[in-house]
C-alpha cells in the first residue's frame, strides 16, 4: 500500500469483505468463546436457591457462593453455564431477532408494529430533510457564489450551527404540538445550518475558468449562476446531500424522544425496557441497513446522471 495510491478492483473486495467480517469475528468470538469473556452466570437449574430463576443471569462470584453455601448445608446446589450480560446478545440471536420482531405484537395496545415504526421513522427523515433541502441548497449556493450574500448570511449560520438541536425540544412542542412537527423541526434544524455552510463552501470550488469562458462566450452575469455555476457543481452537490442525508439519521434517535411516542426509537426504548436486547441490536442495525441501502441506491443513481464526470477523470 502507497499513500494516495487507488486500489486495485481485487484489494478493493477484498479489504470490503474484511471490514464486514473483522467485527463478526470479534462480536462471535466475544460471544461464543467462554474463555474470552463471558463474566456472568446464565442459571439453568435454581436448585435450593429461591430467589434464583431459570435463565436469570448473575455474577460469577455470587453464583460460586451459592454453590458453596448449598454444598456445606447439603442443600441442592443451584447449576448454570457461563454467559455474557444480557445487553450483550449473541449474533445468532439478534439474527433471529430480525425475523421475530417483526413477528411480534406490540407490548402495549397502542403501541406500533416494528414495519410501522420503521415506516413512521423513515417518513420523518424525508421530510425533515426534504424541508431542509429546499431552504438550505438555493442559500448555500447563493453564499458561495455572491459574497455579499455570504457576508450577511454566514455570520449567523456559522453561530447558529454550535447549537444543540435537541435543545429546541422544549420550544419545537410548544410550538407545533406533540405529533410528528417537532421530530421534522429538529432534523431541520440539525441539517439546514450545516447544509447552508457545506454546499456554500463546495460553490467557491468551482473552477473560475469556467465562468471566465462563459463570460468570453457571451454569457450574460445574471445567467451565470443557473447556466454555469449550478450545472457545474451538481456531482458535488449531490454527494454533499448524500453525505447530509446520513446526519440526518444519526438526528433520528433524538427526534423520535420529542413529543409522542413514536416510530423505530420507541421501539428499540420499549425493547430496552422489557430487557429484550437482540430486539434492540436489530432496531439499531435496521437503521443502519436502511441508511446504508438509501446512500447505495443514490450512489449508483449519482454514478448514472453524472457518467460524463467519471470519463473525465480517465482522461485526466
Known amino acids: 500500500m502507497q499513500v494516495l495510491r487507488p486500489l486495485t ?18 462480536w462471535c468470538t466475544v460471544s461464543y468463546v467462554p474463555a474470552v469473556w463471558h463474566p456472568q452466570v446464565m442459571i439453568t437449574n435454581p436448585g435450593s436457591v429461591s430467589y434464583l430463576d431459570i435463565g436469570a443471569h448473575m455474577s460469577r ?3 460460586d457462593g451459592e454453590v458453596a453455601d448449598a454444598k456445606a448445608e447439603g442443600r441442592a ?8 450480560p444480557v445487553y450483550l446478545p449473541s449474533p445468532g440471536a439478534v439474527l433471529k431477532a430480525f425475523y421475530t420482531s417483526f413477528k411480534t405484537p406490540p407490548e402495549t395496545k397502542d403501541g406500533q ?17 426534504l424541508i431542509s433541502s429546499v431552504f438550505g441548497v438555493p442559500l448555500g449556493i447563493l453564499c458561495g457564489a455572491y459574497a455579499a450574500v455570504a457576508r450577511v448570511n454566514e455570520s449567523f449560520v456559522e453561530f447558529a450551527r454550535y447549537l444543540p438541536a435537541p435543545a429546541f425540544g422544549a420550544l419545537a412542542v410548544a410550538i407545533l404540538g406533540i405529533y410528528d412537527g417537532p421530530k421534522i423541526a429538529i432534523i431541520v434544524i440539525g441539517t439546514f445550518f450545516q447544509q447552508v ?12 475558468a469556467l465562468l471566465e469562458a462563459a463570460l468570453t462566450l457571451g454569457t450574460k452575469s445574471r445567467q451565470l449562476l443557473t447556466r454555469v455555476v449550478i450545472p457545474g457543481i451538481l456531482p458535488d452537490l449531490y454527494r454533499d446531500q448524500r453525505i447530509l442525508l446520513g446526519w440526518a439519521w444519526t438526528y433520528l434517535i433524538v427526534a423520535e424522544l420529542i413529543g ?10 420499549q425493547q430496552a425496557r422489557y430487557q429484550h436486547f437482540p430486539n434492540v441490536y436489530a432496531g439499531i442495525a ?5 441508511g446504508l441501502g438509501t446512500d447505495m441506491v443514490l450512489a449508483l443513481v449519482g454514478r448514472r446522471l453524472f457518467s460524463w464526470e467519471r470519463s473525465l477523470a480517465k482522461s485526466a
Open 286 to 290: 435496521m437503521i443502519g441497513i436502511i
Open 260 to 269: 409522542t411516542t413514536s416510530g423505530i426509537t420507541w421501539f428499540i426504548t
Open 9 to 26: 478492483a481485487r484489494a478493493r473486495f477484498v479489504f470490503g469483505v474484511l471490514s464486514v467480517l473483522l467485527p463478526l469475528l470479534i
Open 77 to 84: 446446589v443451584p447449576q448454570g453455564i457461563r454467559a455474557n
Open 61 to 63: 462470584e455470587a453464583f
Open 113 to 129: 408494529w416494528l414495519h410501522q415504526s420503521l415506516w413512521h421513522s423513515i417518513q420523518i427523515i424525508f421530510w425533515g430533510f
Open 197 to 208: 455552510l457545506i454546499i456554500a463552501n463546495t460553490t467557491r470550488k468551482l473552477d473560475p
